[in-house]
């Protein structure tokens, strides 16, 4: 599940192309508009969106989602907050990646650009990303893993930004089929 540009939901579908056992069956986003979902198209990945109505008052996406019978739902950049629904149907199930080492910087508000401007303006010596199951607070769920990357005194928030990135597509996906083969 994804909102925006869809990078991470790039590698995980790129990693995943040509690892046996494994698929991405389906890409939600509740922005029909998003990049991600140009391309998933391009790796012949079904994809959905929905709207707000869609998403929390009735149980279409729920459905759509119980009927796919996921081993995980990951979230990659997806802004909406989960409905404790889906945490109930999907224990355990539902995972997030956060752009920066938990349980700093979380939080409701704190994503993209604001992350990184609070972690250069507490002159933070590193940052890195969080990988962790989704509960009912944002950023708040049991952590799965984090990765660092060094903050250097010249880092601005672009140059930030593309260490955090570099570091979640090489990570996320390796983490995500980490998850899938312990649980089997
Ligand atoms: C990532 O930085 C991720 O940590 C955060 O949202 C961003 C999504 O970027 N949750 P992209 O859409 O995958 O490029």
């Given at each position: 599940m994804a909102s925006g540009q869809g990078s991470n939901a790039q590698a995980i579908m790129d990693y995943f192309s040509?690892?046996?056992?494994?698929?991405?069956s389906l890409v939600l986003s509740n922005?029909?508009?998003?990049?991600v979902l140009t391309i998933a198209r391009d790796y012949g990945i079904k994809t959905v969106s929905f709207n707000r109505n869609e998403f929390y008052q009735s149980d279409k996406i729920l459905d759509l989602l119980v009927g796919e019978a996921p081993d995980l739902i990951v979230l990659a950049g997806f802004m909406w907050k989960v409905p404790e629904k889906f945490l109930l149907a999907f224990p355990r199930k539902i995972i997030n990646i956060h752009p920066?080492?938990?349980?700093?910087?979380?939080?409701?508000?704190?994503y993209g650009k604001r992350v990184h401007r609070a972690v250069l303006a507490n002159g933070e010596k590193k940052s890195g990303i969080s990988i962790h199951y989704c509960n009912?607070?944002?950023?708040?769920?049991?952590?799965i893993d984090q990765f660092k990357t060094p903050v250097a005194v010249e880092d601005d928030v672009a140059s930030l930004s593309t260490k955090i990135k570099t570091l979640e597509h090489r990570n996320y996906a390796k983490v995500i089929d980490q998850l899938l083969f312990s649980k089997s």
């Open positions: 040509d690892r046996p056992g494994v698929s991405v922005n029909k508009n998003a990049n920066a080492l938990l349980p700093k910087y979380g939080g409701k508000g704190m009912a607070d944002y950023d708040k769920g049991k952590l």
